[in-house]
């Protein structure tokens, strides 16, 4: 695609239920990251794909965590049983390869936890 | 782990200028610098690869000093659509490749 795609835009989920984010990174692109980033606050890291390589997992804040990456293209973030701590904006970017390209975002998912 | 950047916050008239510094504990192989407006996503600017290497475009450029490990970004006469963080994207290996965004700087121009 033209340019690294996120859904849903907006998730309200109550406190406990599972919830799955999804990123469509640009066509090609071979690294992808998942970032969280909670209101007013800088950009955490969650989790680093690169091609077939294993994840760099080191990122993600507790084992209700967890991303996969289908086939070198979509990626999903899953967060189980949630917690309002949970609410923030969790953004994807892809890069063509490691760094040296800069990265594109998406325009990231707004999760709110009640 | 994370890099500083210094200020964490500066407001600006039309025209000034500023500088925003990004330091980092390790040795990098890269800097880069993003942009964010209130309630988009980062925008990228630019990347810098090199020791010394300045880049720039319009009246925003940047340096980075590898043996400091440290990166400035230069924006000069600013205007209203400078307004948003700023972030530095830091490229290092710790065991494995890692790439870590610097604290922010929020930057404020008004007319």
């Known amino acids: 695609g033209a340019g690294v795609s996120q859904s849903p835009s907006n998730k309200v989920t109550e406190k406990g239920k599972d919830v799955e984010l999804r990123c469509d990174p640009i066509?090609?692109?071979?690294?992808l990251y998942w970032y969280r980033q909670s209101l007013g606050q800088g950009l955490e890291f969650l989790i680093y794909?690169?091609?077939?390589?294993?994840?760099?997992k080191s990122g993600l804040p507790s084992d209700r965590f967890s991303a996969e990456r289908t086939g070198g293209s979509v990626s999903t973030l899953t967060i189980q049983r949630t917690q309002q701590e949970d609410s923030a904006v969790y953004l994807c970017?892809?890069?063509?390869?490691?760094?040296?390209?800069?990265?594109?975002f998406g325009s990231g998912t707004r999760l709110t936890v009640v | 782990q994370q890099p500083v950047q210094s200020p964490q916050a500066v407001i600006l008239r039309e025209g000034e200028d500023a500088v925003i510094n990004c330091s980092s504990s390790?040795?990098?192989?890269?800097v880069h610098w993003y942009r964010q407006k209130h309630g988009e996503a980062p925008v990228f600017l630019m990347i810098?690869?090199?020791?010394?290497e300045q880049k720039g475009h319009d009246k925003i450029s940047a340096s980075f000093n590898e043996k400091k490990q440290q990166s400035s970004l230069y924006l000069t006469a600013s205007q209203l659509s400078y307004s948003g963080t700023y972030f530095c994207?830091?490229?290092?290996?710790?065991?494995?490749?890692?790439?870590?965004f610097g604290t922010g700087t929020r930057l404020k121009v008004l007319a």
């Open positions: 810098l690869l090199k020791g010394g």
């Open positions: 794909f690169q091609g077939n390589s294993a994840p760099d």
């Open positions: 390790k040795a990098l192989y890269s």
């Open positions: 066509s090609g692109h071979t690294a």
């Open positions: 970017a892809s890069s063509p390869s490691t760094g040296r390209y800069g990265y594109t």
């Open positions: 994207g830091t490229e290092y290996t710790s065991g494995t490749y890692k790439y870590i």
